[in-house]
């Protein structure tokens, strides 16, 4: 449906992977909803902004909702299959994934997008925003609204609007998070310097012919703070982010193209370092790239991977202005040996990435969340509360990217693509809710989203951090509902269904501590690694074992991951 007239009751200020996934989420519960975004994609971080080998939500428990099902879709449509690098289980070509979430936005007859749309101002009145004012093709547009969702990169109406919000560093005294700096520690120039983690302007290069780069130490790379890790060699470098069709994503952490220069200017309101800035990150990893192409030589070259640039459409920006919300996650909510209970009972989404913090100057020691799992070191699950999503300031506002409440400390593993499309799923369900019922957001009930999320007929979406519960479970969404309820099941995990593109081989299983090997016939050996449950429950049992083993191989890992036993 083609919005026509000034008055839609939901709008979603997109441009992040949160806002397309609020703006689907809501159109499908069938209530009229506008998308607008910045650039002419509308996936954010994981398509727009050139991420497109993402981390964290790998487990089988973790692949639901919107996240799960582009997954599954990309499996389907992409030949080579997902398995090509070392940072994530899944590469794909951000062209690859964009191409699926617009033809969902396409076949949603309640959602209009707009692309190209600079949002101008929004009108604030008590508890409410009501309208805003966009520029559409060099002229202003004005739109009123319900319900307002926020999925930007950078938390765009906390500024627009004058909402309370929270940019950078918080004191260990705060929130008595194991991470954070002790308030003594914050005068060191350092935090005024690097007030947020440093942006990336991701950039895409393709290689041609047969995959042989030179294996070499890296050579320091002459950024604004030189240095390299040189315990990584040029084929790990490049082989990191590698996606079908031997397209490379450039997004190297360690002195790579980090910009650390000014990472503020972005929220500072000065049009000069704004442009200084853009311009710095853009150079840098322009640069990057060349330096690469000197190592490798004719057979890498720059990737015509965003229409016709090997730059991603926009920096990827890894923290936003943070909303102070009904509930803020902190650090302690991610930890394993803290889980919140309260915070599960509200949860809407669940996430499992382990951490990360980047800067230019240090590395920031962060406490452990990992887990042996599936023969490799995964995240420990967390779950946002959906009272991260909204501020009882603002009756018809929610959050749905970065800028979610939660703290600087937090930030690091909840800004992950594949938990932004969660969040905003949530975000969106709850906006159409809002908007079906007039209704405010703290009057919505979570327990009528909750039930909304794990019923929803096109990605049902978990909400329990349960790893043993895979997303093909028989009765998944009644397991769900007993286990929020605080039922336990005794029922062992299904096994995976067959997956497009996987082989069979059989393999003499070895178990070694956290780590699984399996001895091929002729004598070589692979790290194995699985995904799903029931092979985590399973294969330890088979050491010293030959077994049929159904997966796919990933050469770049190195490992081969288990999708199936073929007992």
């Not at 899944?90 to 190209?116: D, K, N």
């Not at 190297?252 to 193209?257: F, V």
């Not at 090997?310 to 943070?322: C, I, Q, T």
């Not at 796919?552 to 190195?558: L, S, V």
């Given at each position: 449906?083609?919005?026509?007239?000034?008055h839609?009751?939901?709008?979603?200020?997109?441009g992040?992977s949160?806002?397309?996934?609020?703006?689907?989420?809501?159109?499908?519960?069938?209530?009229?909803?506008?998308?607008?975004t910045?650039?002419?994609?509308t996936g954010?971080m994981?398509?727009?902004?050139?991420?497109?080998?993402?981390?964290?939500?790998e487990?089988?428990?973790?692949?639901?909702?919107?996240?799960?099902?582009l997954?599954?879709?990309l499996?389907?449509?992409?030949?080579?299959g997902?398995?090509?690098?070392?940072?994530?289980?899944?590469?794909?070509?951000p062209?690859?994934?964009?191409?699926?979430?617009?033809?969902?936005?396409?076949?949603?007859?309640?959602l209009?997008?707009?692309?190209?749309?600079?949002v101008?101002s929004?009108?604030?009145?008590?508890d409410?925003?009501?309208?805003?004012?966009?520029?559409?093709?060099?002229?202003?547009?004005?739109?009123s609204?319900?319900?307002?969702?926020?999925?930007?990169?950078?938390?765009?109406?906390?500024l627009?609007?004058?909402?309370?919000?929270?940019?950078?560093?918080?004191?260990?005294?705060?929130?008595?998070?194991?991470?954070?700096?002790p308030?003594?520690?914050?005068?060191?120039?350092?935090?005024?310097r690097?007030?947020?983690?440093?942006?990336?302007?991701?950039?895409h290069?393709q290689?041609q012919?047969?995959?042989?780069?030179p294996?070499?130490p890296?050579?320091?790379f002459?950024?604004p703070?030189k240095?390299?890790?040189n315990?990584?060699?040029?084929?790990?470098l490049?082989?990191?982010?590698?996606?079908?069709?031997?397209q490379l994503?450039l997004?190297?952490?360690?002195?790579?193209?980090?910009?650390?220069?000014?990472p503020?200017a972005?929220?500072?309101?000065?049009?000069?370092?704004?442009?200084?800035q853009?311009?710095?990150?853009?150079?840098?990893?322009?640069?990057?790239?060349?330096?690469?192409?000197?190592?490798?030589?004719?057979?890498?070259?720059?990737?015509a991977?965003?229409?016709?640039?090997?730059?991603?459409f926009?920096?990827?920006?890894?923290?936003?202005?943070?909303?102070?919300?009904a509930?803020?996650?902190i650090?302690?909510?991610l930890?394993?040996?803290?889980?919140?209970?309260?915070?599960?009972?509200?949860?809407?989404?669940?996430?499992?990435?382990?951490?990360?913090?980047?800067?230019?100057e240090?590395d920031w020691?962060l406490?452990d969340?990992?887990?042996?799992?599936?023969?490799?070191?995964?995240?420990?699950?967390f779950v946002?509360?959906?009272?991260a999503?909204?501020t009882?300031?603002?009756s018809?506002?929610?959050m749905?990217?970065?800028?979610?409440?939660?703290?600087h400390?937090?930030?690091?593993?909840?800004?992950?693509?594949?938990?932004?499309?969660?969040?905003?799923?949530?975000?969106?369900?709850?906006?159409?809710?809002c908007?079906?019922?007039?209704?405010s957001?703290?009057?919505?009930?979570?327990?009528?989203v909750?039930?909304?999320?794990?019923?929803?007929?096109?990605?049902?979406?978990?909400?329990?951090p349960?790893?043993?519960?895979?997303w093909?479970?028989?009765?998944?969404?009644q397991?769900?509902?007993?286990?929020?309820?605080?039922?336990?099941s005794?029922?062992?995990?299904?096994?995976?269904?067959?997956e497009p593109?996987?082989?069979?081989?059989r393999?003499?299983?070895?178990?070694?501590?956290?780590?699984?090997?399996?001895?091929s016939?002729?004598?070589?050996?692979?790290?194995?690694?699985?995904?799903?449950?029931?092979?985590?429950?399973?294969l330890p049992?088979?050491h010293?074992?030959?077994?049929?083993?159904?997966?796919?191989?990933?050469?770049?890992?190195?490992?081969w991951?288990?999708n199936?036993?073929?007992?």
């Amino acid at each position: 449906m083609a919005f026509q007239q000034g008055h839609v009751p939901v709008l979603v200020l997109g441009g992040g992977s949160g806002g397309c996934g609020a703006a689907l989420q809501s159109a499908r519960a069938g209530v009229e909803t506008l998308l607008v975004t910045p650039g002419p994609w509308t996936g954010g971080m994981i398509t727009s902004g050139g991420v497109s080998a993402p981390d964290g939500n790998e487990l089988s428990a973790w692949q639901s909702g919107l996240w799960g099902a582009l997954l599954r879709q990309l499996r389907r449509e992409i030949p080579e299959g997902l398995d090509h690098n070392w940072v994530s289980c899944f590469g794909f070509r951000p062209h690859q994934a964009e191409s699926v979430l617009q033809r969902w936005i396409a076949e949603a007859p309640q959602l209009s997008w707009w692309s190209g749309v600079q949002v101008l101002s929004l009108e604030r009145h008590r508890d409410q925003i009501r309208s805003a004012v966009l520029q559409r093709d060099g002229e202003p547009v004005s739109v009123s609204f319900d319900v307002l969702v926020d999925g930007s990169e950078l938390g765009d109406s906390l500024l627009l609007a004058d909402i309370p919000h929270r940019l950078g560093w918080e004191s260990q005294e705060q929130w008595d998070e194991p991470s954070a700096p002790p308030a003594e520690q914050l005068s060191d120039p350092f935090f005024e310097r690097e007030p947020v983690q440093s942006p990336t302007w991701v950039i895409h290069g393709q290689w041609q012919g047969p995959w042989n780069p030179p294996d070499q130490p890296l050579e320091p790379f002459s950024g604004p703070f030189k240095g390299c890790a040189n315990r990584f060699s040029l084929p790990q470098l490049l082989s990191y982010g590698r996606l079908p069709g031997q397209q490379l994503m450039l997004n190297w952490p360690l002195r790579g193209n980090d910009w650390p220069v000014d990472p503020g200017a972005v929220f500072s309101g000065d049009a000069q370092r704004q442009s200084e800035q853009r311009r710095g990150l853009r150079e840098h990893s322009e640069a990057f790239l060349a330096q690469m192409q000197a190592a490798c030589g004719p057979q890498l070259q720059a990737a015509a991977a965003f229409a016709g640039s090997p730059l991603a459409f926009e920096p990827y920006w890894r923290e936003g202005r943070r909303l102070i919300g009904a509930t803020t996650v902190i650090e302690q909510d991610l930890l394993p040996q803290s889980p919140n209970a309260e915070h599960q009972r509200q949860a809407i989404a669940v996430g499992n990435y382990a951490n990360d913090h980047h800067y230019g100057e240090r590395d920031w020691p962060l406490a452990d969340k990992s887990m042996a799992w599936g023969g490799r070191r995964s995240g420990t699950p967390f779950v946002i509360p959906f009272g991260a999503l909204y501020t009882p300031e603002i009756s018809n506002l929610l959050m749905a990217d970065k800028s979610i409440s939660v703290s600087h400390m937090a930030n690091g593993a909840t800004r992950m693509g594949p938990l932004l499309l969660l969040i905003g799923q949530a975000a969106g369900q709850a906006a159409a809710l809002c908007a079906a019922q007039r209704l405010s957001v703290a009057e919505l009930p979570v327990a009528t989203v909750q039930q909304q999320l794990l019923s929803d007929r096109f990605a049902p979406s978990g909400v329990v951090p349960c790893p043993e519960l895979p997303w093909h479970q028989p009765g998944w969404t009644q397991q769900q509902r007993d286990l929020l309820n605080g039922e336990c099941s005794s029922q062992p995990p299904a096994p995976a269904p067959s997956e497009p593109g996987s082989c069979q081989q059989r393999l003499l299983i070895q178990i070694e501590g956290d780590r699984w090997w399996g001895d091929s016939e002729s004598g070589e050996r692979f790290p194995l690694i699985t995904l799903e449950p029931q092979v985590q429950q399973v294969l330890p049992d088979h050491h010293g074992r030959w077994l049929e083993l159904e997966g796919c191989a990933n050469p770049f890992g190195p490992w081969w991951r288990i999708n199936r036993l073929c007992l």
